[in-house]
């Protein structure tokens, strides 16, 4: 049988499962160093946010996950050392999270030694859907399209004042879909959406670039914007939204390029940003306006009794919410 325990009982061994975890679930197209560093920083906190697995008192195994929002925890990584590796003692591993810590809203997926069968069965099993995730870079040589204005609306830039206008929209774009979920702050959507607001433009994921963001307007009201923060490594636009109201009138089209030729004439060449796998119409416009994928898709899985919501039938009946992720891989 074996246990939780605190990090602080053995960092050293911490901090070596976890960069094992890293390495174990990282992308060919992903960068180790990037992604230890993540997780380092992550352990690096007071009290740190996980806890090791040990079996007669040895660490053989870990959990990582962010600070328990309002639905439950988001576990980062889920690790079991060579030797321990099975479905009985992961499964033993989240239950004893569950009950110890919390419930458990987000799991990693690529369990270290289990087949992808093998991890479909425990995952289900334990009440857990699939979901996915990317990033996607605009290439440094790659050509900004022109700026064409939306057919609704007129063009600026966003700024900090913005804030109560962003929220309202947030709102209205996202409503119940998946990417909520992934940010949540408060399970009423009117507060949710200030909070998710308040943290973008309040310098959470990073300082707000308000030169390097845009807004669509009419009559005063915010129908679309595409919303920049400076990462320590770079640029992010963290969100992408449009009133479902004015889909189709060219609107995240016009906000992501006008943010785009903002960021190139800041110096900037390679802006990144994250999505949902199954976010079929935001994928599409970032790939006519010339992201590529640059990291992921990672592998993830989300418990449907907290989150009800499928990826894909959220966007198929409502897509107008396109949500970059401003939190760190692995985070």
Same mark, same amino acid.
Request: charged fraction near 20%; glycine fraction near 12%; aromatic fraction near 6%.
């Given at each position: 049988?074996?246990?939780?325990?605190?990090?602080?009982?053995? /960092? +050293?061994? =911490?901090?070596?499962? %976890?960069?094992? &975890?890293?390495?174990?679930?990282? $992308?060919? !197209?992903?960068? @180790?160093?990037?992604?230890?560093?993540?997780?380092?920083?992550?352990?690096?906190?007071?009290?740190?946010?996980?806890?090791?697995w040990?079996?007669?008192?040895?660490?053989?195994?870990?959990?990582?996950?962010?600070?328990?929002?309002?639905?439950?925890l988001?576990?980062?990584?889920?690790?079991l050392?060579?030797?321990?590796?099975?479905?009985?003692?992961?499964?033993?591993?989240?239950?004893?999270?569950?009950?110890?810590?919390?419930?458990?809203?987000?799991?990693?997926?690529?369990?270290?030694?289990?087949?992808?069968?093998?991890?479909?069965?425990?995952?289900?099993?334990?009440?857990?859907?699939?979901?996915?995730?990317?990033?996607?870079?605009? /290439? +440094?040589? =790659?050509?900004?399209? %022109?700026?064409? &204005?939306?057919?609704?609306?007129? $063009?600026? !830039?966003?700024? @900090?004042e913005?804030?109560?206008?962003?929220?309202?929209?947030?709102?209205?774009?996202?409503?119940?879909?998946?990417?909520?979920?992934?940010?949540?702050?408060?399970?009423?959507?009117?507060?949710d959406?200030?909070?998710?607001?308040?943290?973008?433009?309040?310098?959470?994921?990073?300082?707000?670039?308000?030169?390097?963001?845009?807004?669509?307007?009419?009559?005063?009201?915010?129908?679309?914007?595409?919303?920049?923060?400076?990462?320590?490594?770079?640029?992010?636009?963290?969100?992408?939204?449009?009133?479902?109201?004015?889909?189709?009138?060219?609107?995240?089209?016009?906000v992501?390029?006008?943010?785009l030729?903002?960021?190139?004439?800041?110096?900037?060449?390679?802006?990144?940003?994250?999505?949902?796998?199954?976010?079929?119409?935001?994928?599409?416009?970032?790939?006519?306006?010339?992201?590529?994928?640059?990291?992921?898709?990672?592998?993830?899985?989300?418990?449907?009794?907290?989150?009800?919501?499928?990826?894909?039938?959220?966007?198929?009946?409502?897509?107008?919410?396109?949500?970059?992720?401003?939190?760190?891989?692995?985070?």
């Amino acid at each position: 049988m074996g246990a939780l325990a605190p990090l602080a009982d053995d /960092p +050293a061994a =911490g901090r070596r499962l %976890a960069r094992d &975890a890293v390495l174990a679930r990282a $992308l060919p !197209s992903e960068d @180790p160093q990037e992604l230890t560093r993540n997780v380092e920083e992550a352990l690096a906190s007071d009290p740190p946010p996980g806890r090791l697995w040990t079996v007669d008192g040895r660490a053989v195994g870990i959990g990582v996950w962010q600070p328990a929002g309002t639905l439950g925890l988001g576990v980062g990584l889920l690790y079991l050392e060579p030797g321990r590796r099975s479905v009985p003692e992961y499964r033993e591993m989240v239950v004893g999270i569950r009950d110890r810590v919390g419930p458990i809203v987000f799991l990693p997926g690529g369990l270290a030694g289990l087949s992808r069968d093998e991890e479909a069965g425990l995952m289900t099993g334990l009440g857990f859907a699939p979901f996915g995730r990317m990033e996607m870079r605009f /290439p +440094a040589d =790659g050509e900004v399209p %022109a700026l064409v &204005a939306p057919k609704t609306g007129g $063009l600026r !830039s966003a700024r @900090p004042e913005d804030e109560p206008a962003l929220a309202r929209l947030h709102g209205v774009a996202y409503g119940s879909q998946f990417d909520r979920f992934l940010f949540l702050c408060d399970p009423e959507p009117d507060r949710d959406a200030v909070l998710q607001m308040r943290d973008i433009l309040g310098g959470t994921y990073g300082p707000f670039l308000p030169d390097d963001s845009t807004l669509v307007e009419v009559d005063g009201v915010a129908i679309g914007a595409c919303l920049t923060v400076q990462r320590p490594t770079n640029r992010l636009i963290a969100d992408v939204m449009v009133d479902p109201k004015y889909q189709g009138h060219g609107i995240g089209r016009a906000v992501l390029v006008g943010a785009l030729r903002a960021i190139r004439d800041h110096g900037v060449r390679d802006p990144v940003l994250n999505v949902t796998l199954g976010n079929t119409p935001a994928v599409r416009l970032y790939e006519s306006v010339g992201f590529r994928r640059s990291l992921g898709p990672s592998s993830e899985w989300y418990n449907t009794a907290i989150v009800p919501i499928a990826p894909g039938d959220g966007y198929a009946l409502a897509p107008a919410g396109i949500r970059s992720s401003p939190t760190p891989s692995g985070a």
